[in-house]
């Protein structure tokens, strides 16, 4: 880019194939493309690459970074607690969350079960990560912005 102010961003539909062999898709997705007003260079950036990658999930049906974060957070757990309780490495859990790597189907429907505070009390039990009166440490309330998807459709 040349560096004189004046850059548009427009939404453009982006067609991409995900897969290979028999398992080839087109996928399509609206990915925000900048240009500059002034040399006509176009480009996208990390929030195009975050869409592709949420419109992969969606295919797959498994949980995208994002709510894979906001299951972690509603317990109020640090990645390397979350890690310790669910048994998954944390190195894993980073790049599920930074959108680096797709879990697969087992490891997403783990995730999904623990939406349920009532399984992740049994699996802070399980893991004998509770306090002394028997509550999960920390509390398993889910917070008001917690992550709402629904474990029968997959979303």
Request: aromatic content about 6%; hydrophobic content about 40%; glycine content about 10%.
């Amino acid at each position: 880019m040349c560096g004189t102010p004046g850059l548009r961003t427009e939404l453009v539909r982006d067609p991409f194939i995900y897969g290979v062999g028999d398992d080839v898709v087109e996928l399509s997705v609206d990915i925000p493309v900048h240009t500059c007003d002034q040399c006509k260079v176009c480009f996208t950036g990390r929030e195009a690459e975050v869409i592709h990658h949420e419109a992969v999930c969606r295919h797959l049906g498994v949980l995208t970074p994002e709510e894979i974060r906001g299951i972690r957070k509603q317990y109020g757990l640090s990645r390397a607690a979350f890690a310790r309780l669910t048994g998954f490495g944390k190195a894993s859990l980073a790049r599920w969350e930074r959108g680096e790597l797709i879990q697969n189907t087992s490891s997403d429907r783990y995730l999904k079960l623990l939406l349920d505070p009532r399984i992740f009390r049994d699996l802070t039990s399980l893991a004998g990560l509770e306090d002394a009166d028997g509550n999960p440490a920390p509390a398993a309330a889910p917070s008001p912005m917690g992550v709402v998807v629904s474990i029968a459709s997959g979303r």
